[in-house]
C-alpha cells in the first residue's frame, strides 16, 4: 500500500504542477471560463504541494520501515568454546 502512495503521489506532483501552469496562463487547453483559471491554477499548485509532501513522508516512513527490519531483533549470543585444562 505505501508503494502505490508513492507512485500515486509521484505521478500527480508533475501533472498537477503541469495543469496549474496552463491555468495562471489562462491556456486554451483548459476548457474553463477565464475567470476561473486563476483560482483553479492555484489549487493545482496547493494539491500539488501536498502530494509532494505526503511523497516526503511515505519515503521517510518506508526509510524507517526497512531500516526496523534490517535491524536484528533481540539480543545475539556468541558461543566461544571452552579451552582445555
Do not use: N
Amino acid at each position: 500500500a505505501l508503494l502505490v502512495l508513492m507512485i500515486q503521489a509521484a505521478w500527480a506532483v508533475p501533472l498537477l504542477l503541469f495543469f496549474g501552469v496552463l491555468c495562471l496562463q489562462e491556456s486554451p487547453m483548459i476548457e474553463l471560463r477565464r475567470d476561473q483559471k486563476r483560482d483553479a491554477g492555484l489549487g493545482c499548485i496547493g494539491a500539488a504541494a501536498l502530494y509532494g509532501l505526503t511523497l516526503y513522508w511515505a519515503k521517510r516512513y518506508h526509510a524507517q520501515v526497512r531500516a526496523a527490519a534490517a535491524k536484528p531483533s533481540g539480543a545475539q549470543v556468541e558461543l566461544v568454546g571452552m579451552a582445555g585444562d
